[in-house]
């Protein structure tokens, strides 16, 4: 099994080849984890002060808002 890491960057590269826009895919799936675990700085808990989760937390909020306002939009469907 591969780790983490490498199925991320694995899913980037697929998504990259079929000539989507890499930005905006990110964006979505860190909100739709957000919007599954309970808001942005959910997503970010394990490392919150680190410049990288600056980073992410900056592109997340640009997404859905500073308070999350649409976050709930990013909520995925059950999984049957």
């Known amino acids: 099994m591969t780790d983490p890491t490498t199925r991320a960057a694995d899913a980037i590269a697929e998504a990259l080849r079929d ?41 997340m909020e640009g997404t859905v808002g500073l308070n999350g306002e649409v976050l709930e939009a990013y909520r995925a469907a059950p999984k049957a």
């Not at 959910?42 to 592109?59: F, K, Q, T």
């Open 19 to 59: 000539g989507q826009d890499v930005a905006e895919m990110l964006a979505a799936a860190l909100c739709q984890v957000a919007a599954a675990e309970g808001g942005t700085e959910e997503v970010l808990r394990n490392r919150p002060g680190s410049w990288e989760a600056g980073h992410l937390r900056s592109l």
